[in-house]
Nanobody, 121 residues
Framework: QVQLVESGGGLVQAGGSLRLSCKVS????????MAWFHQTPGNQRQLVAS???????DYADSMEGRFTISRDNAMRTVYLQMNNLKPEDTAVYYC???????????????WGQGTQVTISS
């Protein structure tokens, strides 16, 4: 069974920093794209940043320059370093990964349970 477990959320003041982590566990043959989304009440999940297996990254316009996504393939972990945080960054942050489960030959997406990030003004 594949699981994604996030950590690192919390409450910080505007201008502060947080680092989120998300570790993938289970019997896995490969992990393709990994990404972070965020969601506020009443709204759909929106992409924050994504990273391919080879390290190519993509960011939402409002996050570029403040957030950095990275991954450790050996540790099956994706990170999101968030700097200069703003109150509007307050949301539940979810990680997702395209995973090939061992014994299969296709990728499917899995999601973590989410971690709350709250930025006070």
């Amino acid at each position: 069974q594949v699981q994604l477990v996030e950590s690192g959320g919390g409450l910080v003041q505007a201008g502060g920093s947080l680092r989120l982590s998300c570790k993938v566990s289970g019997t896995i043959s490969g992990i393709r794209v990994m990404a972070w989304f965020h969601q506020t009440p009443g709204n759909q999940r929106q992409l924050v940043a994504s990273i391919t297996r080879t390290g190519n990254t993509d960011y939402a316009d409002s996050m570029e320059g403040r957030f950095t996504i990275s991954r450790d393939n050996a540790m099956r972990t994706v990170y999101l370093q968030m700097n200069n945080l703003k109150p509007e960054d307050t949301a539940v942050y979810y990680c997702t990964a395209e995973v090939m489960v061992g014994g299969t030959n296709y990728y499917r997406s899995y999601w973590g349970q989410g971690t709350q990030v709250t930025i006070s003004s």
